[in-house]
C-alpha cells in the first residue's frame, strides 16, 4: 500500500529532459488528444442521430425481438465504426509518422474490421442478455442483467490470458529468477511470465498483469526486452506486474466494474422506458446513446482508479527492487520511445490518462527513495 | 410466392403471329434436346471432341484478331459490321456446341462450322447500334458476367482454345486451357457421363442446368465480342427449364422485393457473424440429430415427427442465413428458421416414407447432390460478389441475380434435406422453379350422344 500522506517532491521536468524531448512529446500527445476528443465528439453525435433514425430499421429486420434488437446495436456500431474511420486512420498516420506503430495500412484495416467483427458478437451477446431478460421481467432487466455482464467481465478476465496471441515463455534467465525471488516475497504461487512478440506491429514499450485465479500471468512485450532497456529496469517492469496480483487489481477491477454496471444498466432501463423499454428493439438505439453518455462521464472516475492501482503496482515494484534509480530511469524511457507527454494538460489528464504522469512516476521514486533513507 | 406447376388456360399458349419480344435479349439458346443418349458415343466422348477442339484452338486464334478490329470499328461505326458479327455468331454457336456436345447436354456430333439446327442451339439477332460508351469499356465491363460464365464453363470460347490467342510466356495460357477443365459444368459432366452411360438418357434437371449455363456463357461471349450491348442476363428463365414429373417436397417460396437497404448491404458480411456462430452451434446439434434420424429412419421407414421438424428447420434456417449473406434478401434473419418470416424460403414437406436401401447409403448417395450444390454455390459467390456493388450503389439486386441465387440455395436446401433424410427424393437440379407454366391439355370436345331414335 501507498502510505497515506506520502508527498511527492516536486520534479520540474525540465530537470529531467531535455527541450526537444518534451517539445516532442507534447506536439505528439496534442495531436493524439485532439484527434480524440473530436472523434469522442462524433461518436456522440452519431449516435444521438441514431437514437432518432435506427428504429426505422426495424424494417429491415425479419427476426423476432432479439434479433432486431442485435441488427439495430449492431448497425448502430458499424455507423459508430464508419465515422470514426477517419480519426483512426489519421491517428495512425500519425503513429507511424513517428514510429511508434510499425504495421501497414493493410494490417490496420484488416485488422479493424477484425475487431469490429468481435464488437458485433458481444453486442449480440449483451443484446441476447438484455433483451432477452426484458421479455421475461420487463423493466427490471436491469438487475439479472447487470449481474450477468459482472460475470462475463469475470469470465472475459478469467479467458483473457488464452485469447492474446503470439506468448511465448521468458528464457531469460536472470529475470526469471528476479521474477520467482519477487514472487516469492509478495506470497505469491508461481506465475507464468510470457513474452508477446510485437515486434512487427509497434515498438512501443508495454506489459500486462492478467487473468484471475489459476490463469493468472504477466505478459511483457518483447520490446521491454530489447535494447535500450536494462535488465534491472526489466526487472522493475516485472515487479510493477507481479504487484497488480499481489493487490488483486484485477478482482478489485472486476468489482469496481459491478459498482458501475449495476446502476449504469438502472439508468438505461430507466432512460429506454419512453420507447417501451428494452423488451422493445425500437428502444436499443436509445439504450446505445445512454449507453455512450454514461461510460464517457464515468471515464474520468474509471481513470481515477486505474491511475491508482497504477501507483499502487509502482509502490510495489519499488519496495521489490529497491532501485528507485533504475525505476526513474524506465519511465524516463517511456517518455523517449512512446513520446509521452510527462506532464499534459490538466483536462487531458482526467479524460485520457489510464497511469500516473510520467513525471508523477519520477516523483514517486524519489519520494520512496527519500522515505527510505529517512528511515533508520 | 411459392413454386407450384401451376396450370394455364390453353388460350395463352397459343402460338400467335405475335411480334417478338423487345426485351428478348439479342442472344438466345434454344433447345431441342429430347435427353436421347447413344452409349456408345456418350462411352467415347472425350476423344470423338478432340477434333473439335483442335479447330476451335485454330479459329479462336482468327477470333482474336477479328475482336480488335472489330472493337475498333464498333466504336467508330457505332455497330458491329455485318461480315465480323457473322462470324463471331458462327464461333460463338461452335462453342456452344461443341460444349454441349462435351457435356453430354446434346447427343449428335457438331458441324464444324456453328451450323443452325443443334439440339442446343444459339440464336443471335443482326446487328443493332451499340452505345459507344460501352464499347470503349466493354473489356471492363464484361468482368462480373465473365466471372460468372467461367465458374460454369470456363474461359472465353469454351477456354480450352484460350491459349492460342495468350502470349504463351505469359503463364497464363496454361490457365485458360485448363478453365474448361475444372469448370463447374465439367465436373458435373463427369456425373453425367456415368448416368448417360448407365441409362441411355441424360438426366432431366441437369440438362436443363447445361443449358442455362451455355446460354449464359454464349451471351456473355456475345457481349465481350460486340455482338450486342445488351449485358448478359442471368435470370434462369432462359432456356425455359422442364418441370419435373414428380411433385417435389422441397419447393422454393420467393416474395422478395429486389429492394436491399445500402446500410445492411455494406455491412452484410459482419452482421452474419452472429448467426454463423449459431448455424455452428445448432449444427453441431442437427449432426447428432441426424445419426438418430439415420437409425430410427433405418427402423421404422421414415423419420420421426419431431426430429425432422427439429432438422427441417435447420435446413430453412440456412436458406435464410445464406440468402441473407449472398444478398438474395434484405432483412435480417431470425435465429429459429420458422417457416414463412422470411421473403426467400423453401417449403419442405412432413415426414414421408422412404426406401431403407436409400436410407442406408444416403451420405455415398448424396455426394454427387454437392457436387452439383458446389458448382451453384460459386455462382452464388459471384453473384453475391458482383451483387453486393449493385446493391450498394442502386438499393436493388438485380432479378437475374436474385433469380439464380434463390435456385442455387433452393438446390443446397434440397441437398441438405435429402443428406438429413428429410425425404428420400433426389434433389433436382434444374430451376424448374422458373420454367413456364406447364399447359394444360385442352378438355375433351364435348359430343352431344346421338339422340335416340323415335320409333
Known amino acids: ?11 520540474k521536468e525540465t530537470s529531467l529532459f531535455p527541450t526537444s524531448t518534451l517539445s516532442q512529446a507534447e506536439s505528439y500527445e496534442r495531436f493524439v488528444r485532439w484527434d480524440f476528443v473530436l472523434a469522442q465528439v462524433v461518436v456522440i453525435a452519431v449516435v444521438a442521430v441514431y437514437a432518432r433514425i435506427g428504429p426505422k430499421f426495424v424494417r429491415e429486420s425479419a ?54 467483427g468481435a464488437e458485433f458478437l458481444f453486442v449480440c ?68 511470465i510470457k513474452v508477446q512478440d510485437v515486434g512487427g506491429e509497434t515498438t512501443a514499450p508495454n506489459a500486462e498483469a492478467v487473468g484471475l485465479g489459476p490463469t493468472r500471468r504477466v505478459i511483457l512485450w518483447s520490446t521491454v526486452l530489447r535494447r535500450p532497456f536494462t535488465l534491472d529496469e526489466q526487472q522493475v517492469v516485472v515487479a510493477h506486474e507481479l504487484g497488480h496480483h499481489a493487490r488483486k487489481h484485477i478482482v478489485k477491477g472486476v468489482a469496481w466494474y459491478a459498482l458501475f454496471a449495476i446502476p449504469g444498466a438502472f439508468l438505461i432501463s430507466r432512460i429506454t422506458r419512453r420507447r417501451g423499454g428494452m423488451r422493445n428493439p425500437e428502444a436499443v438505439p436509445l439504450g446505445l446513446l445512454a449507453l455512450v453518455v454514461l461510460s464517457t462521464l464515468a471515464l474520468p472516475l474509471q481513470n481515477v482508479i486505474t ?28 517518455t523517449y520511445a512512446a513520446h509521452a507527454d510527462p506532464s499534459p494538460p490538466t483536462w487531458s489528464y482526467i479524460l485520457l490518462e489510464t497511469h500516473p504522469t510520467g513525471l508523477q512516476r519520477i516523483e514517486m521514486a524519489r519520494a520512496w527513495r527519500a522515505r527510505e533513507q529517512s528511515t533508520p | 410466392m411459392v413454386f407450384e406447376p401451376p396450370p394455364i388456360e390453353p388460350s395463352s399458349l397459343e402460338p400467335a403471329d405475335q411480334p417478338p419480344d423487345p426485351n428478348r435479349h439479342p442472344i438466345r439458346v434454344v433447345v431441342t434436346d ?40 464498333t466504336l467508330i461505326k457505332g455497330r458491329s459490321p455485318l461480315s465480323l458479327h457473322d462470324f463471331f ?23 464444324f462450322t456453328g451450323k443452325p439446327g443443334y439440339p442446343v442451339d444459339v440464336e443471335i439477332d443482326p446487328p443493332e447500334r451499340q452505345n459507344r460508351w460501352k464499347t470503349l469499356f466493354r473489356i471492363v465491363l464484361v468482368i462480373p458476367a465473365a466471372a460468372i460464365a467461367g465458374a460454369l464453363v470456363g474461359a472465353p470460347g469454351g477456354g480450352g482454345n484460350s491459349s492460342s490467342y495468350d502470349d504463351q510466356s505469359s503463364g497464363t495460357s496454361s490457365w485458360e486451357s485448363g478453365a474448361t477443365f475444372v469448370s463447374g459444368l465439367f465436373v458435373l459432366s463427369v456425373l453425367v457421363w456415368f448416368a448417360c452411360l448407365a441409362r441411355g438418357r441424360a438426366p432431366h434437371g441437369m440438362r436443363d442446368l447445361f443449358a442455362y449455363g451455355l446460354r449464359y456463357a454464349a451471351q456473355t461471349w456475345g457481349y465481350l465480342f460486340l455482338l450486342t450491348d445488351r449485358y448478359p442476363n442471368s435470370d434462369p428463365t432462359e432456356p425455359p427449364a422442364d418441370i419435373p414429373e414428380e411433385p417435389r417436397p422441397v419447393r422454393l ?53 419431431l426430429l425432422h421438424r427439429f432438422i427441417a428447420a435447420y435446413v430453412q434456417y440456412i436458406v435464410h442465413v445464406y440468402a441473407y449473406v449472398f444478398l438474395i434478401a434484405n432483412p435480417f434473419p431470425g435465429f429459429v428458421g420458422a417457416p414463412g418470416t422470411y421473403p426467400i424460403e423453401v417449403e419442405i414437406d412432413g415426414p414421408e416414407r422412404q426406401h431403407r436401401l436409400k436410407t442406408l447409403a444416403r451420405l455415398f448417395l448424396a455426394l454427387p447432390a454437392f457436387l452439383i450444390s458446389g458448382t451453384l454455390n460459386a455462382v452464388l459467390f459471384f453473384v453475391a460478389f458482383f451483387g453486393w456493388f449493385v446493391g450498394l450503389f442502386l438499393g436493388r439486386m438485380p432479378l437475374g441475380f436474385r433469380n439464380v441465387g434463390a435456385w442455387a440455395l433452393r438446390y443446397g436446401a434440397e441437398t441438405n434435406a435429402y443428406l438429413f433424410l428429410l425425404t428420400d427424393v433426389y434433389p433436382y437440379s434444374g430451376p424448374w422453379e422458373f420454367a413456364p407454366p406447364r399447359p394444360v391439355p385442352p378438355p375433351p370436345e364435348f359430343e352431344p350422344e346421338p339422340e335416340p331414335a323415335f320409333t
Open chain 1, 125 to 192: 451477446l449483451a443484446i441476447l442478455i438484455v433483451v432477452g431478460i426484458a421479455q421475461v421481467i420487463g423493466d427490471w432487466w436491469w438487475l439479472p442483467g447487470g449481474a450477468a455482464f459482472v460475470a462475463l467481465a469475470a469470465l472475459f478476465s478469467f479467458v483473457l490470458p488464452y485469447l492474446i496471441p503470439g506468448q511465448e515463455p521468458l528464457r531469460r534467465p536472470a529475470l526469471q529468477a528476479s521474477a520467482n525471488s519477487y514472487e516469492h516475497q509478495l506470497g505469491l504461487d508461481d506465475i507464468p
Open chain 1, 307 to 334: 491511475r491508482h492501482m497504477e501507483a499502487e503496482a509502482d509502490w510495489v515494484a519499488l519496495t521489490l527492487t529497491q532501485d528507485p534509480q533504475d525505476a526513474e530511469g524506465l519511465f524516463k524511457r517511456f
Open chain 1, 1 to 11: 500500500m501507498i502510505p497515506d500522506g506520502l508527498e511527492l517532491p516536486d520534479v
Open chain 2, 34 to 73: 429430347d435427353l436421347h443418349r447413344s452409349r456408345l458415343t456418350v462411352g467415347f466422348r472425350l476423344l470423338l471432341s478432340i477434333p473439335l477442339w483442335i479447330w476451335l484452338v485454330i479459329w479462336s486464334i482468327g477470333v482474336f484478331f477479328a475482336a480488335i478490329v472489330n472493337w475498333f470499328l
Open chain 2, 89 to 111: 455468331a458462327s464461333y460463338i454457336r461452335f462453342t456452344t456446341h461443341l460444349h454441349a456436345y462435351f457435356f453430354f447436354a446434346a447427343d449428335p456430333y457438331p458441324t
Open chain 2, 253 to 305: 417460396a420467393v416474395n422478395d422485393d429486389l429492394r436491399r437497404s445500402r446500410l445492411t448491404v455494406f455491412f452484410r458480411l459482419l452482421l452474419f457473424l452472429v448467426h454463423l456462430f449459431w448455424l455452428v452451434l445448432w449444427g453441431i446439434a442437427v449432426f447428432f440429430a441426424s445419426i438418430a434420424n439415420w437409425f430410427a429412419t433405418l427402423a421404422i421407414g421414415r423419420s420421426p415427427r
Open chain 1, 63 to 116: 427476426a423476432g425481438p432479439i434479433g432486431t434488437g442485435m441488427l439495430l446495436a449492431m448497425l448502430g456500431l458499424g455507423l459508430v465504426w464508419l465515422l470514426q474511420l477517419p480519426f483512426g486512420l489519421a491517428e495512425f498516420w500519425w503513429q507511424r509518422r513517428h514510429d511508434v506503430t510499425l504495421a501497414s495500412y493493410q494490417e490496420w484495416i484488416v485488422n479493424g474490421w477484425f475487431g469490429l
